[in-house]
Structure formats: C-alpha cells, structure tokens
C-alpha cells in the first residue's frame, strides 16, 4: 500500500481497515463526543463496522464501487464527524479532504509522510490533529506490516491554527508548527515568543488604538482616576518623570505608537484590572 511497498497496487486503492488501526482514534472520539459519523469511501464496510462496535452509529456508508461518489454528495443528514480510509492517490485525496471538511470535521486515516510534503501545506493549517498509529498490517492474514507509517488526520474548515501531534501509546501533544491566531486581523502567524498576540506590530498598534481608555492628555499622578471601560486592561499616558511610580504599582510600558508625539513627552503604560 505504501510507495515502498513492493506488492502491486490494488484497484482503487482498496485496502480494509484493520481493527488495530481503529483503535487509537477511539479517545479522540469520544473527546469530541462523536456518535454518528458518515463513511463515504466504506469499501466492504470494515471500518464502519468496528467503529459500530464501539457504540458509534453509521448515518451513511458508501462507496465509488457501489455507486455513490463522495465527491458528488454535499451532505450526510445528521453526523457529528466524516470517518474513512480514503484513496491514496494524491489529486484524488486532495480533492476529498477540501470536499469533506466543509460538509463536517472529517478523520482520515493517511499516510504519517504525507504532512512533510510541500503538496500537504495548503491542507494542513485546517488539520486540528495528528494521531501516529505506526504501522499497519493491512493484508489480513499476513506475518508483515506495511512499510509506511501511518496516522488518523483531522480536518476542520473551521480550523486555522495548524495541527497538533499525538504520539504513539501516550497523550503528548506536540504542535507541529508553533502557531496562533492574531488578536487583531484573526489570521494565523508563528510566534517569536510565548506571550505574542499579534501577528505584527502594526496589528499591535491597531489594537491598542482600539482598545484605549484614556484622555489626550498626559496623566498626572498614579492615583488620579480611570475612565471607565469594558476592557481587561487599562492604558494611560505617564509623564517620563513619573514612569517608576507607575512601575511600581504594577504598569507595564509599550511602545509609542506610530503618528502621534507622545513618546517624545510620556509614556504609554498598561496595566491589568483587578
């Protein structure tokens, strides 16, 4: 089944799924209390079948040998998840993954070599979850496993932040990128440090901008009062002379933001509310 395989490709990729495959995708599952879920490339129907024994219900299970192309269905009535084995064939996969995680987050089982390919990179900031399941034995019967690792990948439209790793007989969680969301434009960037929010200092400055609670004037003593806001944080400018009062009551300093004069007279500090 994998290219190092050297048995001969079965047509349209047709391999069941082995029960010992269906095994570490069970507490993943359950996590996100899934309960029906649809196979739109079923086979012979083993996956469904051992994920029935689990207590899971099938609301639909097809197949492109019986008739029921998966990518001419745009719904599966109700189910919380799409879970199947898909073709292996890279254009034709592709074309699932971008179809089945708009219609409901979908687990595939692929290949654990396919996300270190250029060809993965526009699918994988929608992929939630990485679960490894090593190798598998998919010839029943047979003494071997394959010789490709494999892993159950999760695919959300709704999802941008990238995939995290489960690694094998454990509940490590390895981001696979070091990735967030941007408090300010929402879209996914790499941090340089832990406590990063924004993807950009111009998105930093927007949103201070935003979310600012003071008068143009400067400050005048720590204790003067605080314009209300809804806010979780309170901004205000300090006069340079009186920055190490406010430090000491717990204000942080930012940066002056760009077009306006009061980083040369003061300065803008943050603190949290109680």
């Known amino acids: 089944m994998g290219k190092r395989s050297t048995f001969e490709r079965r047509p349209a990729d047709f391999y069941p799924t082995p029960r010992a495959a269906v095994l570490p995708l069970l507490p993943h599952l359950r996590a996100e209390s899934i309960k029906t879920f649809a196979e739109p ?108 690792n494999h892993a159950w990948y999760r695919f959300d439209i709704r999802h941008k932040s990238g995939p995290v790793f489960h690694g094998r007989g454990h509940d490590e969680m390895i981001p696979l990128r070091r990735t967030r969301v941007c408090e300010q434009c929402r879209k996914p960037y790499e941090p340089r440090r832990s406590s990063s929010r924004f993807c950009s200092q111009a998105c930093k400055q927007r949103a201070y901008r935003k979310r600012l609670s003071v008068t143009s004037s400067v400050t005048p003593a720590p204790n003067a009062p605080i314009e209300p806001s809804d806010s979780a944080e309170v901004f205000r400018y300090v006069r340079h002379a009186d920055v190490p009062k406010f430090s000491a009551e717990g204000w942080e300093p930012l940066p002056a933001l760009d077009g306006t004069h009061h980083g040369e007279y003061s300065v803008l500090m943050r603190r949290g509310r109680p």
């Open 41 to 148: 490339c079923a086979g012979e129907g083993d996956l469904t079948r051992h994920l029935e024994c689990f207590g899971l219900a099938c609301v639909f299970s097809g197949d492109i040998g019986t008739g029921q192309d998966a990518l001419g269905l745009d719904q599966y009535g109700a189910i919380d998840a799409i879970i199947t084995n898909p073709p292996y064939t890279r254009e034709l996969m592709h074309r699932l993954i971008a179809h089945f995680q708009r219609i409901a987050p979908t687990w595939l089982l692929l290949d654990s070599d396919w996300a270190s390919t250029r060809q993965a990179a526009p699918f994988l900031s929608c992929c939630s979850d990485i679960v490894a399941i090593g190798r598998v034995k998919w010839i029943e019967g047979s003494q071997h496993t394959g010789k490709d």
